[in-house]
DNA sequence: TCTTGACCTAGAGTTAACTGTAGGGTTTAG
DNA sequence: CTAAACCCTACAGTTAACTCTAGGTCAAGA
């Protein structure tokens, strides 16, 4: 079975091996293997569990709280419902962020056409109407 | 013409005292006034001015780069074609943020249905086949 | 064999963005 | 008029998530 040393599998992952060292540390990945003489060997499935911790990090839980759901993995069974509970409550978590995400965007959309006017006229005074005012921020 | 104090303002951009002074510190609210006796007092335009900043700051741009795009605002017209610039940027920006955020979503929801299937087997291994195998994590 | 480069740990340092404290002034309700 | 509840600054402390250094081990090529 192929493996991949600390610094491949950081490579794969757009990771350094320092943050793979330091999600050890953190014990969240407890299941990477070693050689004898202590080497990590990461394995696909080990590549696989870290995308999905990097999925649980990119939704903005903290590394403490992905601990967590590594060890209720590490117990079994026993707890499958905080595990599926866990997830319902991610999907909740960026359907809101997506929610959120979508006024921004729509922020930034009228920002980009103040300015393409602005920059049309040569100056913001063209959203201003007769008044003297402050430039928009 | 109605104006805030910093605990208002705070309270209605659902921010801190702390860190609308830590904003200002950081130069982000320049704009803001201050009584004879020194207290800042926030009008409308200033919300709005903090509503677009927190904005940015939901595209992870950090508070430096908003102080650049602050001190561009004040610079006048000059500056309207960095300022474009980097709105596009931004738009840019949160868009891939948006497509990653789909995939994410679509993990999401795939161990979703994992952990139900699982809950209602009682077992996670019934994704594993015949094979005995560690646990997905 | 020797050297080079990758690996290891422990622990210190960094960065961003707050968050809180100390000490002091001001405003407002009773 | 006074006490509580604000406000202010300067600066120290916190937190998360790395990031790096020092000192050492190990494995492969010249």
Redesign the interface.
Known sequence: MKTYSISEAAKYLDLTAYTLRYYDKEGLIP?VERTESGTRRFKE?DL??LR??E?LK??GMPIKEIKHF?DW?LE??AT??Q??DM??E??AC??A??E??KK??E???H??RY??T??EA????IHKGARLE????
């Not at 040569?122 to 005074?125: A, C, L, P, Q």
């Not at 402050?134 to 921020?137: A, G, L, N, S, V």
């Open positions: 299941f499935k696989d569990a999905m911790i999925c990119s939704t590594i993995c079994g069974d499958l419902q595990r599926y997830f319902l991610r999907k960026v359907e962020q997506l959120e995400m921004t965007i922020m930034i959309e920002k980009c300015y393409q602005a920059l040569g100056t913001e005074d402050f430039p928009e921020y």
